[in-house]
């Protein structure tokens, strides 16, 4: 297992040893010891979700302010542009985020600590994403940073509006949201 550290250090990517043939490919997705020696990643994950979207789709940006979940993300169909914000007032990386094209062919995976919101789009046909949470998922905790918010200044690589959900559509801006300390 290869993992990087990206330009806010907390979000890594992972890279698992895929081990391919003339029968297809096997490589193991999640193994608790491995991440924890490798990666130092001693969260326990206590929820998968398994999210199927069509081509332009935008999900995000998502958080919980209270029960945060950390999140391992992969995606096993298609391609996304994953994103994370953070949301931590007491990182120097308040406000910065890190976008990273993920893809079935490259099976890399995405760690998001707690205090960031995350969000994808979807960049091929449609996708399949699963990814580990550390927390359960509470609607009343959640909370939605709106995707466009000119103080993020994202670079999505969307040629048009991208798809939005009615919550998505009524996310806040950075500076109106409720932050983690």
Not at 33 to 54: C, G, M, P, W, Y
Not at 77 to 85: L, N, Q, Y
Not at 152 to 176: C, M, Q, T, Y
Request: charged letters at 25%; glycine letters at 4%; zero cysteines.
């Amino acid at each position: 297992m290869k993992v990087t550290k990206t330009a806010i250090p907390d979000i890594l990517l992972i890279e698992a040893r895929v081990f391919e043939d003339e029968r297809g490919f096997f490589y193991e997705s999640y193994n608790e010891r491995v991440l924890r020696e490798k990666a130092n990643i001693v969260e326990h994950f206590v929820q998968d979700n398994h999210s199927h979207s069509t081509k332009n789709v935008l999900r995000g940006l998502h958080y919980q302010i209270k029960q945060p979940q950390g999140k391992l993300v992969r995606v096993v169909v298609g391609e996304v542009f994953d994103v994370a914000v953070d949301l931590r007032t007491s990182s120097q990386y308040f406000g910065q985020w890190i976008g990273i094209q993920i893809n079935a062919k490259n099976k890399q995976q995405v760690w998001i600590p707690a205090g960031f919101a995350h969000g994808f789009l979807v960049l091929s046909e449609y996708t399949e994403v699963i990814y580990k949470t550390t927390e359960y998922y509470a609607p009343e905790y959640e909370r939605t940073i709106l995707w466009n918010d000119p103080d993020l200044a994202i670079a999505w690589p969307v040629a048009e509006e991208p798809i939005l959900s009615n919550k998505d559509r009524a996310g806040k801006r950075l500076k109106e949201a409720e932050v983690f300390t």
